[in-house]
């Protein structure tokens, strides 16, 4: 596990020199770089591993292939074992170690032949090309820009920052995104000139012939036939079978391991997996905001918590994360992300409680997205009956499985925006109920946006990137088609994406079983109803996790851990948001009128308490807080 920085068509040891320094607090421990006429590359070490002899970056027996990675290959000794009976010399038992072998067997398609959380580097001297990948789910990040015929990459985007030559410039379409999703989506950054590699992407290098980036694995949603023949029984057997391989793997290492324990169904499966499988008790975290922050919910939380940790004998940690300088919180979480971003933020402080005991943590991170958890998911399967409802008029006929009838119709009015886009009043588009779910929609962003840019902006419309997005899915499952647009198109964005960058920040590496590839394959092959039941969320899951734990807990309310930023904004920090959201400083930029933004804040002290409009001044603030620390 580190962070990894290089470049590709030229040797340049002070620019990976400083991106190293840069990306110190991913790998702590150590820091190398090997450098050639046409390529240097390095990485910082978080030792976890073969501690001793996983010195990256790592070479082939003649020094002519070198590979590094920022992640952990689960397969990586099935794969050693392999490559030695064709061979090859390998003599650390890093996971790294087999990258350059494996290089040598399968060149540009090695990507396909690993299975784990990684983001690799690959440069073959001998023949001047330059392989970057990314893992099937997006749990690691890999940046990359192309400058005077050279690519450098880099784990993080500050180290690209100290390209030579690399100009600071807003990239616009990024900026229009991030204010209706919360985050950047990729493969845009918002730098201009800057690249995320999508997940389970290969960027080619060579030095003859433009860049190519490809697609090596796609996951389908489409439930699978053999699937639909096994017993709502079997599937659980099957299902509880996976998980328990995803969390053997996950355990690989030679420092002590903990596991996030939030008292939650998903934490608390792993966590009884775990404990059975380990000889010795395994570390287990709960946290909980301190003062008023804390609800009934997250009690109930922390006692369930006590009651896994018990019944499984863990080692049992209890921390408060308390928060007392919202600013200051704020910037430091920014420089983790380098971009605006204003979604969940806890992982912060949770992984900077849970660092100071252990080096790597497993956590429930996937369930939700794979089984059905959010508004989003809940409200799928009601909306297949749209035909009707427009028919008939009568919102029963939806059958929402929660009180949502007014907002199902709000949610389903057709407007001019619509028709421009080429929908009809009888189309049934989940792209246009997805879209309205939205921080800031099209006509928002464009009463904020100055004439300038308005111009910048252009044609992109993030309804459409929805729709682009949900093409791509190509199941007419309700609830699956939007399971699989937010779990290529959002999921690994925001969730993955903070948690990488939040716990990383403290040298923490996080795993989860249910972002094993044989489990998420298995999950979104399942059809709708096995994963939304009549409204029961995460249905199959609770089956499982009914042999385990008691009703009570499988399927009390979910409450997360959230950190209450609405309440805050209209109670505590009304000063801060008018200073940092005055007229001065939002016109010296020219990205948004000053007068549209003041009047923003003043709606949302005016009516209190509404969580959409406190959602929109945070995106504003974050971005305002990004550009004083990124673009002064």
Not at 192 to 217: C, F, M, N, T
Not at 222 to 240: C, F, G, H, K, V
Not at 317 to 344: K, N, W
Not at 402 to 409: G, V
């Amino acid at each position: 596990m580190c962070g990894i920085v290089g470049v590709f068509g030229r040797a340049d040891r002070s620019m990976v020199e400083a991106g190293l320094e840069a990306l110190r607090h991913r790998g702590p421990d150590d820091g190398h770089l090997v450098s050639g006429q046409d390529f240097t590359v390095g990485a910082r070490r978080l030792s976890i591993v073969d501690i001793d002899g996983g010195r990256q970056p790592l070479s082939n027996e003649s020094g002519s292939v070198w590979g590094l990675q920022n992640g952990e290959l689960y397969n990586a000794p099935i794969l050693a074992e392999e490559l030695r009976s064709r061979g090859h010399r390998i003599h650390s038992h890093c996971d790294t170690a087999v990258l350059p072998h494996l290089y040598e067997d399968y060149g540009v398609h090695l990507p396909e032949y690993l299975d784990g959380m990684f983001a690799v580097a690959v440069w073959d001297d001998a023949k001047k090309i330059g392989v970057l990948a990314r893992d099937r789910m997006g749990k690691k990040p890999l940046y990359h820009c192309a400058v005077n015929g050279a690519v450098y990459f880099a784990s993080e985007i500050k180290a690209l920052l100290r390209v030579p030559g690399f100009q600071r410039r807003i990239n616009y379409e990024a900026l229009h995104h991030y204010l209706s999703y919360k985050h950047v989506p990729h493969p845009l950054t918002i730098f201009e000139g800057i690249w995320s590699l999508p997940p389970a992407h290969v960027l080619i290098y060579r030095s003859d012939r433009p860049l190519a980036v490809k697609q090596y694995w796609k996951l389908s949603f489409n439930p699978d036939d053999e699937i639909n023949q096994r017993t709502e029984s079997e599937l659980t057997d099957r299902l509880l079978e996976l998980l328990r391989q995803g969390v053997e793997r996950r355990m690989m290492s030679d420092v002590p391991i903990g596991f996030f324990l939030s008292g939650g169904l998903d934490s608390s499966l792993s966590t009884a997996l775990a404990a059975e499988m380990s000889p010795d008790p395994i570390k287990t975290f709960t946290l909980t905001y301190s003062g008023e922050s804390t609800t009934q919910g997250k009690e109930d939380d922390r006692r369930w918590a006590r009651w896994v940790a018990r019944k499984y004998g863990t080692e049992h940690y209890e921390e408060t994360v308390d928060f007392t300088d919202f600013p200051e919180s704020l910037r430091r979480v920014l420089t983790c992300f380098d971009e605006p971003f204003s979604g969940v933020i806890a992982s912060y402080f949770l992984s900077q409680s849970i660092a100071r005991h252990v080096k790597v943590a497993l956590s429930g991170d996937g369930a939700d997205e794979l089984f059905g958890s959010y508004l989003s998911h809940r409200l799928a399967q009601p909306l297949s009956k749209f035909p009707a409802y427009q028919e008939t008029g009568d919102l029963a006929v939806l059958h929402p499985y929660e009180d949502q009838s007014q907002y199902l119709a709000g949610l389903l009015e057709y407007d001019k925006h619509q028709k421009s886009l080429g929908v009809t009043e009888n189309d049934v588009c989940d792209w246009v109920w997805r879209s309205k779910l939205v921080v800031l929609n099209e006509l928002e962003k464009s009463i904020l946006y100055t004439p300038e840019t308005s111009n910048a902006v252009g044609s992109c419309d993030t309804a459409r990137h929805i729709r682009d997005t949900l093409s791509l899915v190509g199941t007419s499952d309700p609830l699956n088609r939007i399971l699989g647009m937010e779990f290529i198109g959002i999921f690994p964005d925001q969730v993955l994406r903070y948690v990488d960058s939040l716990s990383m920040a403290h040298s923490l590496e996080v795993r989860s079983a249910y972002l094993d590839t044989t489990f998420v394959t298995f999950v979104a092959g399942l059809p709708g109803a096995l994963k939304i039941n009549n409204g029961e969320t995460k249905y199959l899951l609770k089956r499982a996790a009914e042999r385990y734990f008691p009703k009570e807990m499988v399927y009390r309310p979910k409450e997360g851990f959230q950190m209450p930023v609405a309440q805050w904004l209209l109670n505590d920090l009304q000063d801060y948001v008018r200073d940092i959201l005055n007229p001065e400083r939002i016109a010296r930029h020219k990205v948004f009128r000053p007068e549209s933004v003041t009047a923003l804040v003043d709606r949302l002290y005016k009516t209190g308490s509404d969580y959409r409009d406190a959602n929109k001044v945070l995106a504003l603030l974050v971005f305002e807080e990004w550009y004083d620390l990124y673009m002064k």
